[in-house]
């Protein structure tokens, strides 16, 4: 049981992290400037790098498949990546305010995994830890900056935020049939602590970029993912994502 | 002529002239220091274009310390930089009789032969 438990809990964060990864990366090139280009590049590359290892951690459990096949050739429904990572880049505003909301939330979870009863995660936590610090602190240096940077600039950041809270929300969605058994045995807070933590996070930096949070009582957080019931928008990704490995899953890399 | 737009220079030829940062585009232009272990001197390394230095930082910490080993890393503003004029290189130079200052000017080379020499010496003997 616990096995399944644990094995349903990488298997999310693993997918959240590699699609939000190749999502990210598919603004190499057209970063608004060079720097920015390579460092969210950079950062995309990161995450790709955190699902690696996190799927490298489901290898070895019992029944454990390869990493790169659990990356590229699991069907659409295998998938339990929340529907805020699979959102096409609709402009550089969504795309910073996702990363904003995921980043913060990510630092949020491997920070609660410090202290987790599965070493390998508790590992993985103080690996990334350098890592996450940077990437929240580019995410909260640029909120505050576009926000700072004229009516339509901010007209822009407060869009964004309205359109994707819900998506966000939808990070922190229970497992269904695991949650409880994950706390109680001291694997991680449960997703119900990590949101509180994670509002407790976001709320002061939006604050200071004058953002308004939206009515966290009248949206309705964007479930699905975890359960494999996705967005249009995973289909195509996942054709795109996996087309070269996909013409020969045997080859060496 | 400065060879780079964006450092000031002093300029020695009009002492009453005011030294003045345009205002001009709100992105500007930070030198990168990077330091390489704890303790050791921050290094020029080039530069990059920000909006503020919070994110001339970051921005510097990506371009400048990805691929080379880094523990810290300082940025500042080019225009904030006070440099001599191109002009006035002719400052520098030493005149002919003043040579004895010029680190060339130290005759360490002849001892530097007598010492090889004499160590050369104690090789043959044995």
């Known amino acids: 049981m616990l096995n399944k438990a644990i094995t349903d809990l990488l298997t999310k964060m693993a997918d959240d992290e590699l699609i939000l990864g190749h999502r990210n990366s ?129 007209d822009r950041m407060q869009t964004a935020l309205n359109e994707i809270m819900a998506l966000a929300a939808g990070i922190f969605e229970p497992a269904r049939d695991y949650e409880q058994a994950l706390i109680d045995e001291k694997v991680y807070p449960g997703e119900k602590e990590l949101y509180n933590r994670w509002l407790d996070r976001i709320y002061p930096v939006l604050v200071k970029a004058s953002l308004n949070l939206p009515d966290l009582n009248a949206i309705a957080p964007a479930y699905g993912g975890r359960t494999g019931q996705h967005t249009p928008y995973l289909g195509p990704l996942l054709k795109e994502m996996g087309e070269v490995f996909n013409l020969d899953t045997a080859a060496n890399w | 002529m400065s060879l780079d737009p964006r450092v000031n220079r002093l300029k020695l030829g009009d002492p009453n002239a005011v030294i003045k940062v345009e205002e001009g585009e709100n992105w500007n232009v930070y030198e990168v220091f990077h330091q390489e272990k704890r303790g050791a001197h921050h290094e020029h390394v080039g530069c990059v274009h920000a909006p503020d230095p919070q994110l001339a930082l970051i921005f510097a910490k990506e371009q400048f310390a990805r691929r080379k080993k880094c523990v810290n890393l300082w940025v500042v503003k080019s225009a904030d930089i006070l440099a001599f004029d191109v002009e006035d290189e002719d400052m520098f130079a030493n005149n002919l009789e003043k040579t004895y200052r010029d680190a060339s000017g130290f005759k360490v080379m002849e001892k530097i032969n007598k010492f090889k020499q004499s160590s050369k010496g104690t090789t043959d003997v044995k």
């Open chain 1, 26 to 154: 598919e603004w190499t090139g057209l970063g608004p400037v060079m720097e920015e280009d390579i460092a969210f590049s950079s950062m995309a590359q990161d995450k790709i790098g955190h699902s690696w290892a996190l799927f490298r951690i489901l290898e070895e459990l019992p029944e454990g498949r390869q990493a790169d096949l659990n990356a590229f050739c699991r069907p659409e429904a295998a998938f339990k990546c929340c529907h805020l990572v699979e959102y096409p880049n609709s402009g550089y505003d969504f795309s910073l305010m996702r990363h904003f909301l995921f980043d913060q939330a990510e630092a949020v979870r491997y920070e609660s995994l410090q202290e987790s009863s599965f070493e390998p995660l508790q590992q993985l936590s103080k690996k990334v830890k350098g890592e996450l610090k940077y990437h929240t602190l580019h995410a909260n240096a640029w909120i505050l900056q576009l926000s700072r940077a004229g009516e339509e600039s901010y």
